[in-house]
């Protein structure tokens, strides 16, 4: 009975705790009272049950004297009352204990209530929080629309002539020979938004050489074929802003030409003036010549004793007195075959010491008899001066250095029939391939200038420049002062080879031995680059010549082309859009949530080839194509911003810098306001994929997220695609090919693409950090996963790839990176086919060809962003990249793509971006940058 009354109490005072007071003392009253009293009659009732009736003795001796006169029937009474309240109580008792664990339920499920009602709030808060910046982001946008004056053009409309040329009389001779732009060129037909048509006369209707004499069949076709793949070629000669005329390779051999010496020119002037858009005097008319034989070995230039009029001549080879500086333009002669992977003739660029320090091959004929110098006596003084430079290098050949010098001057002449020596003094020696042999040993190549100084290029010149680059000899040109080489308005030669005056052949030994190895690389870099870009083959000869003259006028090239976006959903069937489960990834504020927001594109198309049309032609442009923006585009000044410039950009705290707080409200930076694309690349893992997806939701300065789709069944019509916030393109791909992971898709409306496993995890925190170390790398690979190449030590000849955790790193990995959307355009122009054609091949090896193909532009390593190394989410099915073929297959594409480019562009790195206040001390009522990273 104690322990009852005692585990009563505690219950009570348990009990107390929760319930109300009233109910408590009422509760207690009754229970004060009652208990006594029922425990004494059940103690005195089990005495009375337990003892028998010889004990009934001692119950009278112990009862008193006044409860022994008590009737028994009324105690009996009496004590069955006490027994029905007992159990009444008893019963309430019970009731009682009930609704305490009512109660207490009740309580706790309030509490929990609580809480939640907190988290919501946080929540909310978070959220109230976020549309507050995102309002500032909008009313500051709001303003710079009101503030704006310089509003963004429209596109122009294409601004085309539409009539032919005017027949006019033609110009006299005295001025078609001081012919230049502003007198002899007509700009009306060529609208800065024409967009440059070009026109050509189809060289078997219009022949414009002399019976007898045609087109080299072979050069007329891919010149034909070549040209119909250059945009700017038009069927509609009435829009024409140029008419290229091909006089090209004449066959007929040129010692019938003339009875009695007489020089008889192929090219018939009667015939151009009959072409039918000629207008009198060949106004805007291209001349092109590119001849392979040197016709000027008999007539001195074709065009000679012909009337060209106002037309602009093309050719290889050309005197002083004939080239009109700023009109006629100097090419190469079309040596190489009509495109395709070029690279497949290069050397490799190392070592970059070769064999020989210096060669030549070559018959220098000293005597003349042989060589029939109609137009261009010479005088005494050359003569000597040759035979000195002659007997110079003679006695450099004997010298006792370590430097092998290889000098041929008499060997068999080359039987090659497309060249002729020409009015040169010395001729060509072995056959094309003989001389490959050496120039592929020559760290530097000699090439004379030709001896008369009436000539200021020849197609033997260019000729040997041409096979100089293409097998990496830098070409030493001696004379090279009085030569013009081709594209010379745009083209730095001083970047490719070395000109040095005649005089100098005393010095040339010394000049060339100071010279070092990073030099003689950066001589064979730049001599490659504008061997493929503008020599290699005749498609990149006939765009450059069409591009040099589109310059001129500072016209800019059509657009690049992008790949049609074609959506996986049609009409019938679109995707069943749910707000995903779960909570949001972060609570943690880290940008506005801003509409999408497209990058400002195609704003330099008139002042981009002015600014920087020197680096577009001999660094990391290209000339050929209009992009809409371009990693490299110059940053304005910091001030800019504040002092009128200021369209765009979002600075932290309006410019007054701040904290962790501030931060999160604005982008800060160099650079405008912009947003990022997400770029996933999926194959038949739905389920990820969507995992994947919805992962962003609510993740600031996301644009969009475009999914390439390499599978050819469509999706399961049953998915529920997650909605979050964002724009989700799913795009069908051609074929189920790697190379789709960097298509350069017409949805993809910002800079900044973030190209992602299908499977990679990555925070918010993180994917934004990355986007802000990107905006300050724009021209680099900004990501996680950090790779090396390693020498192998093993067969000491080449590269192995190497994914092993280190403190160096020369590739960042593009399933998790972010890229300027520029490179995915290079991926598919500029880099050689043979790249792609082996990472589908492979199926692999596409992140280590962007690699490649950044650090070959650049020059600089990738960026590495915080410490996340790889993605692979766990319970993921086994990506295909864990076993050990993958791993051969990366060995052997570092050292293929090596092979491609000549060498190995990648660049080591030890630097990794973190935030910068990562652990670092700040006071209280600030806040990190990001509260995590
Ligand atoms: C006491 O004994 C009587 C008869 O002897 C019986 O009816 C009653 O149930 C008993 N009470 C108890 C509490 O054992
Ligand atoms: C620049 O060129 C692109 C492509 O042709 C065109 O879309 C854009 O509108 C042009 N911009 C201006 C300002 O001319
Ligand atoms: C060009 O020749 C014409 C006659 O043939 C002459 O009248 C004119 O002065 C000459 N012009 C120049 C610039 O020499
Ligand atoms: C739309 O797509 C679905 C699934 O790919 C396909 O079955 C259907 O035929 C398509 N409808 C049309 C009109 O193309
Ligand atoms: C990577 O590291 C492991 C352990 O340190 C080592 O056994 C392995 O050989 C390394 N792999 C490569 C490719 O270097």
């Not at 103690?43 to 010889?54: A, I, P």
Request: net charge neutral.
């Amino acid at each position: 009975m104690i322990q009852l009354k005692s585990e009563n109490r505690q219950q009570f005072c348990y009990w107390l705790a929760h319930v109300k007071l009233s109910r408590i003392v009422v509760t207690v009253l009754a229970i004060l009272i009652f208990t006594p009293l029922i425990t004494h009659f059940y103690l005195s009732k089990v005495e009375r049950n337990s003892s028998t009736s010889l004990n009934s003795a001692r119950f009278h001796l112990d009862l008193s004297d006044e409860f022994s006169s008590i009737n028994e029937i009324d105690l009996r009474v009496g004590v069955e009352e006490l027994v029905r309240i007992r159990n009444s109580v008893l019963s309430e008792l019970r009731n009682i204990e009930k609704k305490r664990q009512e109660l207490k339920q009740e309580l706790q499920t309030f509490s929990k209530n609580v809480e939640e009602a907190k988290l919501d709030l946080a929540h909310h808060q978070n959220n109230l929080n976020k549309l507050k910046i995102s309002v500032e982001q909008a009313q500051v946008a709001q303003q710079e629309a009101l503030q704006e004056n310089t509003p963004d053009l429209a596109a122009p409309k294409r601004l085309t002539s539409d009539t032919l040329p005017p027949i006019l009389q033609p110009i006299p001779r005295n001025r078609s020979v001081n012919c230049k732009m502003f007198s002899c060129f007509d700009h009306s037909r060529c609208s800065l938004t024409s967009g440059f048509p070009v026109y050509l006369y189809d060289p078997d209707q219009y022949p414009v050489m002399h019976d007898g004499w045609d087109v080299d069949g072979f050069l007329k076709t891919t010149l034909k074929q070549a040209l119909g793949l250059n945009p700017h070629l038009t069927s509609n000669p009435a829009q024409a802003c140029i008419y290229l005329v091909l006089v090209g390779e004449a066959l007929k051999d040129a010692d019938d030409a003339g009875e009695n010496g007489e020089i008889f020119p192929p090219l018939d002037s009667e015939a151009l003036k009959r072409l039918p858009y000629w207008g009198g005097d060949g106004r805007n008319h291209i001349l092109l010549n590119l001849a392979r034989r040197d016709l000027s070995a008999n007539s001195g230039d074709i065009f000679s004793v012909v009337d060209t009029g106002r037309a602009i001549v093309v050719q290889s080879t050309f005197t002083r007195r004939r080239f009109r500086a700023d009109f006629d333009l100097i090419v190469p002669p079309v040596l190489g075959p009509p495109g395709g992977d070029i690279w497949r003739e290069c050397a490799p660029m190392l070592p970059a010491r070769r064999r020989y320090l210096l060669s030549f091959q070559g018959e220098i004929k000293s005597n003349k008899s042989n060589v029939r110098h109609v137009a261009y006596p010479r005088d005494r003084d050359d003569v000597e001066l040759n035979s000195f430079i002659l007997d110079h290098l003679r006695q450099l050949v004997k010298t006792h250095t370590s430097d092998q010098i290889s000098l041929e001057f008499e060997c068999v002449p080359a039987n090659d029939d497309f060249m002729d020596t020409g009015p040169q003094d010395w001729a060509l020696c072995g056959t094309d391939s003989s001389r490959r042999g050496v120039l592929k040993d020559s760290t530097f190549v000699l090439i004379f200038a030709p001896a008369s100084d009436e000539l200021l290029s020849t197609t033997l010149l260019q000729a040997r420049v041409y096979e100089a680059l293409r097998a990496g000899a830098v070409p030493v040109v001696l004379g090279g002062d009085q030569v013009k080489l081709a594209y010379d308005e745009v083209i730095q030669w001083r970047r490719v080879g070395i000109f040095v005056p005649r005089t100098r052949v005393t010095e040339l030994h010394f000049l060339l031995r100071s010279i070092p190895d990073e030099d003689i690389l950066l001589f064979r870099r730049q001599g490659r680059l504008v061997w493929e870009r503008y020599l290699s083959s005749v498609q990149a000869t006939l765009d450059t010549i069409i591009a040099v003259l589109r310059y001129r006028m500072n016209i800019p090239a059509l657009p690049v082309e992008t790949v049609t976006a074609v959506s996986v959903f049609n009409n019938t069937f679109q995707p069943v859009l749910v707000p995903p489960a779960g909570e949001l990834e972060q609570e943690e504020s880290l940008g506005p949530l801003e509409p999408s927001y497209n990058s400002p594109a195609f704003r330099r198309n008139f002042s981009l080839l002015l600014t920087q049309g020197h680096e577009v032609w001999n660094d990391w442009g290209d000339p050929f194509r209009l992009y809409p923006t371009l990693p490299m585009d110059p940053i304005l000044p910091s001030d800019a911003k504040f002092l009128g410039s200021g369209r765009g950009f979002r600075p932290i705290g309006n410019g007054q810098g701040g904290a962790g707080k501030e931060f999160s409200e604005a982008l800060g930076g160099n650079t405008p306001r912009e947003q990022f694309t997400i770029m996933l690349l999926t194959y038949e893992r739905e389920q990820v994929l969507l995992d994947s997806i919805s992962r962003l939701r609510g993740l600031p300065y996301l644009h969009s997220v475009v999914v390439v789709w390499n599978s050819p069944r469509p999706p399961n019509p049953e998915l529920r695609w997650p909605d979050i916030g964002a724009p989700v393109h799913v795009i069908k791909a051609a074929r189920n090919s790697l190379n789709n992971r960097f298509l350069p898709l017409e949805n993809l409306q910002t800079e900044a693409i973030l190209s992602v496993d299908d499977d990679a995890h990555l925070r918010h925190d993180e994917i934004l950090f990355g986007f802000r170390v990107w905006r300050e790398h724009r021209d680099r690979i900004v990501g996680f996963p950090g790779r090396f190449h390693a020498w192998d030590l093993n067969t000491k000849n080449g590269w192995l790839y190497n994914s092993n955790y280190s403190c160096e790193l020369s590739m960042v990995l593009t399933g998790a990176a972010f890229l300027h959307r520029h490179y995915l355009h290079l991926y598919w122009t500029w880099l050689p086919q043979a790249i792609r054609d082996k990472v589908d091949e492979y199926m692999n090896c596409e992140d280590i060809a962007m690699n490649f193909l950044v650090s070959h532009i650049t020059r600089k390593p990738p960026v590495k962003v915080t410490s996340r190394w790889t993605f692979r989410c766990p319970g993921c099915p086994q990506s295909l990249s864990e076993d050990d073929t993958h791993f051969q297959e990366r060995h052997k594409c570092i050292n293929f793509f090596t092979q491609v480019f000549g060498y190995t562009p990648l660049l080591n790195t030890q630097y990794r971006a973190d935030s910068i206040l990562f652990k670092t001390r700040i006071p209280h009522d600030k806040q990190k940058c990001f509260k995590f990273i």
